[in-house]
């Protein structure tokens, strides 16, 4: 996603688009302290970063008084006295915070930058009380550094996470976000094979997003702190339960498509969502068979879907529901961030990715082995990735890693795709090599990350090893059931939760929609289930239907 500068059709020689300017004009006059930056470029590096660099950062300045930047080169005595060396880099408010962005904040991390900047002028954190109590204890100097891709939903998360901790102790604590894509010898450097991925110091590494307490742990003890996680969400729960009549749980298609026909047909609604907002889509890099959509990038498609959900309802995120119960007629779904009480549940938790199963999948997953080929596929630029599975998925991400430059081919164990056939004719047109009847039977590597797979090839009766920098496995999806196996719910077979055709579950008022149902798991039949499943809630929250003569719901507030 190299980011283009495009400002000959606007008169005044703006890169950001008039709506933007006008909410950023009014966001920035609220600011109290004026925040200053420091950009650093050097020709001949990163070329099209740094002009976009210059041009955002540009473009910010002129908005407002209240926001101001030096344009400096890397080999300044400033370059120097800041200890910067990369191109390009930009420093907030370095007098009163250290926080630092190795690379330009394209994609994804353009909204950090933008929460980074408010914060940067409010001196706020905006950690929450634990984070803040957590971080007090510490005594030591931290310099965490987040590594992100432009598309990678889970990034913004982490890095703001580190950038929050450098805001509330900016004595001991320093923020680097760097782009790989604009630092592939950084990411080599430090064996960064997905992301988010963080460095807390010399020896202590995690990846993943994690939840920003756990975050603070880590960064205190430098200590893998994901067992406290149980103990945190009993201590952040909120003293007052919300009360609702529909809580949604999960905000991807299937939720936010219930948040709207719910609200507008009358029932408080709350939508609680543990990871990304999009689930499932907001990690496929292109979606061409959304209708009004000829082609969208899943995440974007995402994010107009929970805009229009937000006109509705309240979308809580970091919000994963722990622990589900009925108590007196009512659910209560407990999650780090308070325990909610409704009249009725809809699950739409979605699906997991399946894993392949194969010796090695485990040792290198976040060092050449991904699920998620929008977050990591920049880090195979230029260089070798076989995309396992035979279904749209696989075909999907094939595409996307060849069009960023990567050399790739799909693994699939039987002589045809089950991939529709417009993705098919697709991954033909480009050349991208394709391995049909055979399985890759072990992921191999060296003691950092993936060098080959082991492919046996079932027609043949052979076996050989396929040289590779990643795998990407995309072998299908399992249910995230737990909740629903919490409430008792019927499944099938496969761990999907049964429905009847109003998406009514085996319990009263409790509903489920989307990926979690099996089917055809596609974005337009999550919407559509979505949508069903908050009709009936409305119809049974006032007529009970599995009561004897109907007549109201007596749990009702
Ligand atoms: P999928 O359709 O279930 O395909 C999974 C693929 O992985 C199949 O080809 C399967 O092989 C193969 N596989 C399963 N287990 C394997 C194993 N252990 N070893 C090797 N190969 C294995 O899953 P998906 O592609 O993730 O798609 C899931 C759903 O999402 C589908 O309904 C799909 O249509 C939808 N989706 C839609 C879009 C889109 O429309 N833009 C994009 C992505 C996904 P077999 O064929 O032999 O079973």
Redesign the pocket.
């Known amino acids: 996603m190299t980011p283009q500068i495009e400002k000959k059709d606007d008169p005044g020689g703006w890169f950001l688009p008039e709506d933007t300017r006008t909410a950023l004009t009014e966001l920035f006059a609220t600011f109290q302290t004026p925040v200053d930056m420091e950009v650093f470029t050097a020709s001949g590096v990163n070329d099209s970063y740094n002009d976009f660099a210059r041009t955002f950062i540009t473009d910010l300045t002129r908005l407002s008084p209240k926001v101001r930047a030096r344009f400096l080169n890397l080999d300044s005595d400033e370059a120097r006295k800041r200890g910067v060396d990369r191109s390009p880099t930009i420093l907030l408010a370095p007098n009163r915070i250290s926080v630092r962005f190795t690379g330009a904040p394209a994609g994804e991390e353009g909204r950090t930058f933008m929460t980074a900047l408010i914060l940067a002028s409010t001196g706020k954190s905006g950690l929450s009380d634990l984070s803040r109590e957590l971080l007090a204890k510490l005594t030591e100097k931290r310099d965490p550094r987040v590594f992100v891709t432009p598309a990678c939903p889970y990034c913004p998360g982490q890095a703001l996470a580190a950038i929050k901790c450098a805001v509330e102790r900016p004595d001991l604590v320093s923020a680097e976000i760097v782009e790989i894509d604009e630092n592939p010898d950084l990411a080599e450097r430090h064996n960064v094979g997905s992301v988010p991925h963080t460095l807390f110091g010399e020896d202590h590494a995690a990846l993943g997003l994690m939840p920003e307490e756990r975050f603070v742990v880590e960064l205190v003890t430098l200590q893998d702190a994901s067992e406290f996680l149980g103990e945190m969400a009993a201590q952040t729960q909120g003293p007052t339960p919300e009360r609702v009549d529909l809580a949604i749980v999960g905000a991807g298609p299937a939720g936010l498509s219930a948040a709207i026909y719910a609200a507008r047909s009358g029932l408080s609604a709350v939508v609680l969502e543990g990871g990304p907002i999009g689930g499932?889509v907001s990690l496929?890099p292109?979606?061409?068979?959304y209708p009004g959509f000829a082609s969208v990038p899943g995440k974007k498609l995402m994010e107009i879907m929970a805009a229009h959900a937000r006109e509705y309802t309240h979308i809580v995120t970091d919000a994963q529901v722990e622990d589900a119960a009925e108590e007196n007629g009512r659910f209560e779904l407990r999650t780090r961030k308070g325990t909610f009480s409704a009249r009725a549940v809809l699950l739409a938790t979605g699906?997991a990715?399946?894993a392949?199963?194969a010796p090695g999948e485990d040792r290198y997953r976040g060092f050449g082995v991904s699920f998620c080929s929008s977050c990591d596929g920049y880090l195979y630029k230029g260089r070798r990735a076989v995309v396992?599975?035979?279904?749209?998925?696989?075909?999907?991400d094939a595409l996307h890693l060849k069009h960023l430059g990567v050399e790739t081919t799909i693994i699939?164990?039987?002589d045809a795709?089950?991939?529709?056939k417009h993705?098919q004719d697709s991954a033909a047109r480009e050349g991208i090599g394709v391995r049909f009847n055979s399985?890759?039977v072990e992921i191999t590597g060296d003691d950092k990350k993936v060098t080959a797979v082991r492919v046996r090839d079932n027609a043949a009766g052979t076996t050989a090893d396929l040289p590779t920098d990643a795998v990407f496995i995309?072998?299908?999806?399992v249910p995230n059931n737990d909740l629903a196996k919490k409430l008792e719910l019927e499944l099938d077979g496969g761990g999907f939760v049964s429905v009847d055709r109003a998406m009514r579950t085996s319990r009263p008022r409790v509903y489920a929609a989307g990926?979690l149902t099996g089917g055809?798991?596609?974005?337009v039949t999550a919407v559509s289930e979505g949508s069903l499943a908050a009709l009936s809630a409305f119809e049974d929250l006032g007529k009970p239907y599995w009561k004897e003569g109907g007549g109201g719901d007596s749990a009702g507030d």
């Open positions: 499932q496929t292109t979606v061409e068979n699906a990715y399946r392949l199963g396992v599975g035979g279904g749209n998925t696989a075909l999907t699939h164990r039987r795709f089950r991939a529709e993705l399985e890759v995309a072998v299908g999806h990926d055809s798991m596609q974005i």
